[in-house]
């Protein structure tokens, strides 16, 4: 029973990425979509903000479905999931600002509340927040839940930011990106912890994606460089697409060595 658990422990480790280059590229890249993703099809398609969320949010629960059920770390299946929950995110702060004109002051505050919440109940509940530690359904969950609030806060603190404070778009990203650059010499250079680094650099790269979709997207008289959401969406896609099927391929040949290393030991087993 023990070999059976600790077998299922080792797959569900494997849901979760390494963080590595690719992975904090991939996760910019999914953020600044969840921005201009969201504007596409709500206005440029005129599907508006209820109905793209009620479409995204079906293809999330959808691609969430899949995830869970998975037993192991599927490039395609998890990074469709970060760049849909990126998208819904982005519609639920949109939402409570444009049809419920909440705030922005508020929704930050709600959305960082609320972050904190999750990180306090996962972290009483498991004693642990490191996502190297996810081998079950329950931490999972708490997971992806996490996610979901560091993208909606992520959008609210964006658009406070270089709306609400009237800082800009690229003012804005550019203290977003310095604050990155601080988190990360932080723990590179004076060893702080890992765990807490990465979550902190996880969340501020969601503004910091909102401040470049809208940088690259608005159009000159609103201080952005015009490009159009739906350019700046598709070469995002296009470019994420492939850095997935990189991943894929890397995983296939990785998981064929370890299967031929397998057979080799059993095979000198039985001699």
Known sequence: MNAARG???AQMLSKVPEVTIIFWAIKVMGTTIGETA?????ANLGLGLTGTS???GGLLAVSLFIQLRSRKYVPWIYWTTVVLISIVGTLITDNLVDNFGVPLQLTTTIFGFATA????LWYRSEKT???HSIYTLKR?????????FTFALGTAAGDLSAEGLRLGYAVSALVFSVLIGAVTVAHYRFRVNAIATFWLAYILTRPLGASCGDLLTQSAA???LGLGA????????LTITGLVVYLTLIQNKIQREGNAGAIAGEGDRTD
């Open 129 to 131: 927040l490191s996502i």
């Open 222 to 224: 609103n201080g952005g």
């Open 140 to 148: 999972e969950l708490y997971y992806w839940v996490a996610i979901l």
């Open 7 to 9: 077998k299922d422990n």
């Open 117 to 120: 919440s999750i990180f306090a």
């Open 38 to 42: 969201a504007d596409f099809l709500s």
């Open 54 to 56: 009620f479409i995204m």
């Open 230 to 237: 739906a350019t700046i969406s598709i070469l995002y896609l």
